[in-house]
């Protein structure tokens, strides 16, 4: 696949060449208009574009009046931003007191998410241990139990082993007189 070559820039005529604010300010004293130095400041009704619409933008082109409008309003908008206002700052503190709170809100909803895991896996791990301990617990139970029985048992034994060594003493002896007699 062949891609296709670039055009090469074609001259254009020095008519249709683009017209730079530097051009602008070159052109004809007569044409020129002084802006104050407070233009765009909203706080002086006489400085507002439309005060001078009159004898400017009626002799430039809509592309030349797109970029003046846009550098007026850049202008307007410095001269807006440009000046502190003490309400306007401290609604500027507020929002960063604010964000700051914030911040500090999710780090410890993230340090309670933490310690809200760590609680429960301390009662997993106890739960499992309280497990064992009842499973012990209850082996304890049956172990006892079982003593018990190999007690009771034990004493019948004992006490069966006791009638069995009297029955047998009763024996010797008989054996002992049919003997001796």
Same mark, same amino acid.
């Given at each position: ?12 005529n020095p %008519?249709?060449a683009?017209v730079?604010s530097n051009? $602008?300010? %070159?052109a004809?004293? $007569?044409d020129a *208009?002084?802006?104050?130095?407070n233009? @765009? !400041?909203? /706080? &002086? =009704?006489?400085?507002?574009?439309k005060?001078?619409?009159h ?7 809509e592309?030349?009046k797109w970029?003046?409008e ?8 410095n &001269? ?5 206002? *003490?309400e /306007?700052?401290? +609604?500027? &503190?507020?929002?960063k007191e +604010? @964000?700051?709170? =914030? !911040?500090q809100l999710l *780090? ?7 310690k +809200?895991a760590? *609680?429960e896996r301390?009662l997993?791990?106890?739960? @499992?241990? /309280?497990?064992?301990?009842a499973?012990a617990?209850s082996e304890l ?5 079982s003593?018990? !029985?190999l007690e009771?048992? =034990?004493?019948e034994?004992?006490?069966?082993r006791?009638f069995?060594e009297?029955?047998?003493a009763?024996?010797?002896?008989? =054996?002992i007189r049919e &003997?001796?007699d």
């Amino acid at each position: 696949m062949k891609r296709a070559a670039p055009e090469e820039p074609q001259d254009k005529n020095p %008519e249709e060449a683009e017209v730079t604010s530097n051009d $602008k300010a %070159e052109a004809s004293a $007569k044409d020129a *208009v002084g802006f104050p130095t407070n233009f @765009g !400041d909203p /706080s &002086n =009704l006489f400085s507002t574009p439309k005060a001078y619409s009159h004898k400017f933008f009626n002799k430039l082109t809509e592309m030349e009046k797109w970029d003046l409008e846009q550098d007026l309003l850049n202008s307007m908008l410095n &001269n807006a931003w440009g000046k502190a206002d *003490v309400e /306007s700052s401290e +609604i500027q &503190n507020h929002k960063k007191e +604010i @964000g700051e709170f =914030l !911040d500090q809100l999710l *780090v410890k909803r993230k340090e309670s998410k933490d310690k +809200i895991a760590d *609680v429960e896996r301390q009662l997993a791990e106890a739960q @499992g241990a /309280s497990s064992s301990l009842a499973t012990a617990s209850s082996e304890l139970e049956n172990m006892r139990s079982s003593y018990k !029985d190999l007690e009771t048992k =034990l004493t019948e034994a004992e006490e069966k082993r006791e009638f069995a060594e009297k029955q047998l003493a009763e024996k010797k002896s008989e =054996l002992i007189r049919e &003997n001796a007699d």
